[in-house]
């Protein structure tokens, strides 16, 4: 079983709509939670992080972290064809290693 | 503000070649820097990390080495590369906010 698993879609909507991705992971160790974005051909970006469980805002990108479930998501609202991109979800135990997801590769249709 | 410069952004090396990647941070001191290799439709494969001068912890064995000769340089090498050594491979740093990696641009490699 790999520690962190995230569905590599794809997934594709059309503009203005509401996309949501998730994780799900194995180590309850985990603190610390990221999602980055990646365009193709570029390094990964980061969007956001969070410490724990909650959620975090930030514009039209919205985290969630659910330790209890073992459970991280994120909302993207009113999508653009710019976000059109593969979004990787990555989390730590606070040890300087980071644990990826594969990836969703994102395309959202004008 | 902080930024990560990665070089080449693109290479096709024949096998048995050698390689050298280099990355450099600015903007901040002894930071911890690390070396990824992503597969297509992979997540990210921690190659090497380092938490100071000198300093390299190996986490996959295999036909790369990595070596940090000043505090915001970090370069990954190869004295004979394989086939199985193709793939985008990235340079990243940890910022103020600990557990929180920045990416570079990363370097295309294929060998031929």
């Known amino acids: 079983q790999k520690e962190v698993e995230q569905d590599p879609g794809p997934l594709s909507v059309p503009e203005g709509a509401i996309v949501s991705l998730n994780c799900t992971y194995s180590?309850?160790?985990?603190?610390?939670f990221m999602w980055y974005r990646q365009y193709s051909r570029k390094g990964p970006e980061l969007l956001m992080y969070?410490?724990?469980?909650g959620n975090k805002e930030d514009g039209r990108f919205t985290a969630q972290v659910d330790k209890s479930s073992k459970y991280i998501s994120l909302f993207i609202r009113d999508s653009q064809p710019s976000d059109s991109a593969t979004y990787l979800c990555?989390?730590?135990?606070?040890?300087?290693?980071?644990?990826f997801g594969a990836g969703t590769t994102v395309t959202v249709r004008a | 503000s902080q930024t990560i410069h990665q070089w080449p952004a693109t290479l096709v090396q024949p096998v048995g070649s050698p390689l050298s990647l280099e990355c450099t941070v600015e903007?901040?001191?002894?930071?911890?820097l690390y070396w990824y290799r992503q597969a297509a439709g992979r997540g990210l494969q921690l190659l090497f990390y380092?938490?100071?001068?000198?300093?390299i912890s190996s986490e996959v064995p295999q036909n790369l080495s990595a070596s940090r000769p000043q505090d915001r340089q970090f370069i990954l090498s190869s004295k004979k590369l394989l086939l199985s050594d193709s793939g985008f491979y990235l340079c990243?740093?940890?910022?103020?906010?600990?557990?929180?990696?920045?990416f570079g641009a990363g370097t295309r490699l294929s060998v031929l």
């Open positions: 990243a740093w940890e910022g103020d906010t600990k557990n929180i990696q920045y």
């Open positions: 180590n309850s160790a985990f603190q610390y």
């Open positions: 969070t410490y724990s469980s």
């Open positions: 990555a989390m730590s135990a606070g040890d300087y290693k980071l644990s």
């Open positions: 903007g901040t001191s002894n930071p911890n």
């Open positions: 380092s938490v100071g001068i000198g300093q």
